[in-house]
C-alpha cells in the first residue's frame, strides 16, 4: 500500500511536471503580455505539482504518518488547495480582472494552514477530508460556473472541455466526501477503505486531466494571437504597398501640378511689367506720330520699355529659381531705393485708378536681398491692395508703405483702407491656390511667403479695427559672403 501510494504522487508530480515544462513557451509568452490568468494558472500547476510530491515524500518516508501526525502532510495539502484556489482565479480571471484577488488567496491559504494544522494535531482524519473536499467542492462550482459564462460568448472548444473535467471532479469530489463520512477513526494508510482509495485516484487523475487541458488552451490561445499577428502583418504590408503606390502617385501629380504652378506664376507676375510696356509702347506710338517728336520723351519711353522687359525677364528667373530650390542672385540694396523702385513700377497705375499710393523710408539701412523677388512681394501686395478697393468702391483709396528697424532687420508694412481680409480665408490665406478675389489665381500671398521665408524672415497681415488690412514682412540684414 506504501509503495502504491508513493508511486502513485510520484508520478502525478512527474507528469504535471511535463505539463509545466511543455507549456512554458506558450506561459511565457502571456506572462509578456501582462496576462494576469496565465500567472494564476501557473502558479497552480507548481503548486499542485509540489503537493504530489510532497505527499509522495510523506507517505514514502512515513509508514505510520497518519497515526503520528506527520506536518508533512499540512504541507502537502496546503500546496494541493493552493492549486485549487489559483485555478479558480485564472478561470475568474476570464471575465473580471481584479489584481486584489491574489491577496485574498494567500490570506485563504495562512487560515487554511492554521486551521488543518490545528484539526491534524487533534486526530480528525475523516474531518480534514470532508475539509478539504468541500473547500475543493466550492472552488470547482465557482470555477464551472466562470467558465460556462465565458464560454457562452467565447468559442473556446479547450475551455468547454474544461468545464466538463470539472464537473467529473466535482461529482468525485462529493463522492469522497460522503465515504469519508462514513469512515471512521484512520491511524494508519492500511485502514483507509479502498473505495475511498479509488475516488482518490481518479480524482487525481481528473486532475492531470484539466491541466492538460488548460495547457491546450494555452496553446490555443497563442496559435489565436500568431494567426491575428500574421493577419495583421499582411494587412501593414498591404497598407504599405498601398502608400508607395500613392506616394507614387503623388509624385508624378507632383510633377504635373508643379509645371501648372510655374505657367501660373509666370503668368501672374508677368501681368505687370506686360502692361506696363503695353501702356508705353502706346505712347511710344503717340510720340513718334506727333511732329515734331520729342526726342527727350522717345528715348525716355524706351528707357522704360527696356525697364519693363529687364523686369519680365528678372521674374521668369526669379520664379523659376523658386520651383527649381536655385538660390537666386543676392544683392546689397538701400532701404529707400527698394521702396523708390516699387514706387516707380506701381505709382502710375495706382494713380490712373485714382489711389493714393504713399511709401516712407523711415530708416537709412542696406539689405543683403534678391531685390527683384522682394519687389514682386511689394507688387503682389499693392496689386492685393488695389483689387480690394476697387472692388469696395472705396471713394478715396490709399496705399501706405513704411519701414522700420526692429534691431535683427527692418520690418516693412503695406496699410490700405479697404475692407480687409474676410473670416473665412483669414487662417488660409498665404495657401497655395487660395484666393478670396474674384478671378484671383491664389499664387500671389503664396509666392510672396515662400519668397519671405527663403530670405529668413516672415509674413503675416493684420486686419484693422476700421478698415483696411496691414501686411507685414521682416527681412533680417545680411552680410554678402565674399569669395577668397
Known sequence: MQVSFTLFFFLMGIVLSGILLGSFTYIQDESSSQNRGSKYWLLSLVSTTLGYFVFSVAIGTAPNAIKAHSFIFTVANVLYVGGLVFQVLFCHTLRYNNPKSIWFAWAFLILFAMEYEYARGAGYFSLRVIQVALISL???????????????????????????????????VIARALLASKTGNVETLEQIPVSLLVVTFGFSAFNVVSYLIAAGYWAEQNVAKRTEARIENEKV??????????????????????TAAISASIAHELNQPIAAIDVNMFMLERALEASPVDTQKVEALMASIGADN?????IIRSIGSIFKNNAAPHQTIAVGDLLASVMRIAGPDCKAKGIELIAEAGVDANLYIDSTAVQQVFLNLIANSVAALQQARAPSGKIQISASCIGHGVRFSVLDNGPGIPAQYQSRIFELMQSNKEGGSGLGLWLCKHIITEHGGAIWFENQQDSGVQFNFELPYSTPIVSP
Not at 470547482?140 to 466538463?164: C, E, K, Y
Not at 529687364?310 to 528678372?314: I, Y
Open 138 to 172: 466550492v472552488c470547482q462550482v465557482w470555477q464551472i460556473i466562470d467558465l460556462w459564462l465565458f464560454t457562452r460568448r467565447n468559442q473556446s472548444i479547450q475551455l468547454r472541455l474544461l468545464a466538463a473535467c470539472t464537473v467529473f471532479e466535482a461529482l468525485l
Open 310 to 314: 529687364q523686369r519680365a525677364a528678372n
Open 237 to 258: 504590408k498591404a497598407l504599405l504597398h498601398e502608400r508607395d503606390a500613392l506616394v507614387g502617385s503623388l509624385l508624378k501629380a507632383n510633377k504635373n501640378s508643379t
